[in-house]
């Protein structure tokens, strides 16, 4: 079990121990929290598949500087002539979630095949995006974040970035973390005039009915909070206090980490297990310890809201308001072009928790809502599901192709 816990990922892997020991706890070099490596995710994953990759940093307005990559072209070489397609990954990884399968499976490069000019985000805090114009990963003010400042400054420099350089407006492709930091700009009304549509898949924005029993058990017993008043900023799956905590969630006798996977996102159908060794040579990724309070937070009082400091003063103090202001879902415009694609077997992205985001939609335009339910699928079937290709992408690309 202590061997299994030091190399789990809280949100997409299984079986670990038997892969474990032969995994470099950092695919690559990093000093001070900064890769050193030059070969990035565009040498390492996208050229060795055949295709043109173009790497470049993206600087956040209080001074985070991301990585994001660009393939301009399919495999044939032939040049985009759709939209950019902006792809966001989830918690706890980056973009190379979009191009671990083969080609033919993985959306990055299934977009960029049929002619979308694709560019890759990577949030603050992973491998490839730890630099700052002032802050080191060392330092604690680096991790004193949450999903809040995604939604206020990772999200917009990316999409100001694709914008800028492409010189068009674009669809968006969110999964997971990546669907509710855009639930909750849409909501506040940003982003919008760079935007044609938005595909969210295992969309996130309700958790207060998460039947996860890990998740659960970690929000309900505080146990992030601990970590990050003990001092513990940077929230680093493979890290000793992480396995610590997952131990003692272990404990709890009505959890069950005998399967690591099924636990934590659902019993997946579609999932190659060959995709979880290549998944672990890049993944799990850090976040900061104060974004998965916020997660926590979320779940056990089942509102969306931004980050509760924990008393009136402190609240006061952020927001000027004893509690914090929460997003309003149902305050997406209307005319807004959106795919939601959800899964019966996700045990992160809850059908009772979707259908509560559906009710806040229902005065959405008809034309401008698909909704895609797939009874079979949990959490990371819609990443890296073998048949994802057809029964999530192929739609997906046909809604785009409506806006």
Not at 40 to 47: L, W
Not at 158 to 182: C, E, N, P, W
Not at 263 to 285: I, K, R, W
Not at 371 to 392: L, M, S
Request: aromatic residues 10%.
């Amino acid at each position: 079990m202590e061997a299994r816990i030091h190399y789990l990922m809280p949100m997409m892997c299984s079986s670990l121990a038997a892969v474990g020991s032969r995994l470099n706890p950092y695919p690559i070099n990093i000093q001070d929290g900064v890769p050193l490596a030059v070969d990035g995710i565009c040498k390492s994953m996208v050229e060795t598949q055949g295709y043109v990759c173009e790497e470049h940093k993206v600087t956040t307005l209080d001074g985070y500087i991301l990585s994001m990559q660009r393939i301009p072209m399919g495999r044939s070489g032939k040049a985009a002539d759709k939209p950019p397609v902006l792809l966001q990954h989830g918690l706890l990884v980056d973009g190379i979630t979009w191009l671990l399968n083969p080609p033919h499976e993985s959306l990055g490069f299934i977009l960029a095949d049929n002619g979308y000019d694709v560019w890759i985000a990577n949030t603050r805090g992973t491998n490839y995006s730890r630099g700052h114009t002032s802050l080191t990963p060392n330092d604690p003010a680096y991790w004193e974040w949450s999903w809040d400042e995604l939604v206020a400054h990772d999200l917009p420099a990316s999409f100001r970035f694709v914008h800028d350089q492409t010189g068009q407006k674009m669809h968006y492709v969110g999964h997971s973390l990546g669907t509710l930091i855009a639930f909750s700009a849409f909501s506040q009304k940003k982003l919008l005039n760079m935007l044609r549509s938005a595909a969210l898949l295992s969309p996130i924005a309700y958790l207060g009915q998460m039947p996860s029993p890990l998740s659960r058990s970690a929000a309900d017993a505080f146990l992030a909070e601990d970590l990050y008043w003990l001092g513990l900023h940077e929230f680093a799956p493979r890290g000793e206090a992480v396995a610590k905590l997952l131990e003692d969630i272990c404990k709890n006798p009505n959890t069950n980490c005998t399967d690591l996977i099924t636990s934590f996102t659902g019993p997946n159908c579609c999932v190659n297990s060959s995709s979880t060794v290549d998944f672990l040579e890049h993944e799990p990724q850090s976040t900061a310890t104060k974004n998965m309070v916020h997660l926590a937070q979320m779940i056990r009082q089942g509102t969306i809201a931004m980050f509760d400091y924990g008393s009136k003063e402190e609240n006061m103090n952020h927001y000027g308001q004893p509690t914090p202001p929460n997003y309003n879902m149902a305050s997406i415009p209307n005319d807004l072009p959106l795919f939601l694609s959800y899964g019966g077997k996700d045990a992160l992205s809850d059908v009772n928790d979707v259908q509560t985001l559906l009710d806040t939609l229902k005065d959405h335009d008809a034309d401008k809502l698909v909704v895609q339910y797939r009874e079979d699928y949990a959490h990371a079937d819609f990443v890296f599901g073998v048949n994802a290709n057809q029964v999530v992408y192929n739609p997906l690309m046909a809604f785009f192709k409506l806006h």
